[in-house]
C-alpha cells in the first residue's frame, strides 16, 4: 500500500484543488495538493516538501480532516487529509496543468481521482471555513 498524503487548504469559504498533468496517471483530473511519502519521511514532512516542489507554498499542517484507502487498478493508496493553511508564498503551476479555488457546492463541476471521492462527500456534508 501506498501512503500518499494531501492538504485541504481553505480560503475565504473556498478550498483549492490542483488539476493532475495531462501526462501522468489520471491525468486532467482533480485532487487535493500532496504526493507520496516518501521512505523514512514523516507525513507532514512529506505534505510540507508536496507543496513546496509542487506548489511554491510554505504550509502549516493542522489536523487530520479524514483517510482514505482505495485500490485502483495499479494502486492501492492510504490518503491522509490534512487540516493545512499557507504561511509563505503564492500557489504556482510547478507540477499541476491548473489550480482552482472552489467551494463545497462546486464540487459537482469538476472530475476528481476516485480516491477523493470519500472525501468530497464529507466536504459537502461538514467542511467549513473558520
Known sequence: MTE?????????NKFMICQRPEHKTRGLLWEFPGGKVEKGEMMRQALSRECMEELGIEIETGSIFIEVVHAYPDITVHLTLFNAQ????EPQLLEHNDIRWITPEEISEYEFCQADEEILKKIKDEWKQA
Not at 500518499?4 to 475565504?12: M, Q, T, W, Y
Not at 499557507?86 to 508564498?89: K, L, M, Y
Open 4 to 12: 500518499v498524503v494531501a492538504a485541504l487548504i481553505g480560503k475565504e
Open 86 to 89: 499557507i504561511i509563505s508564498g
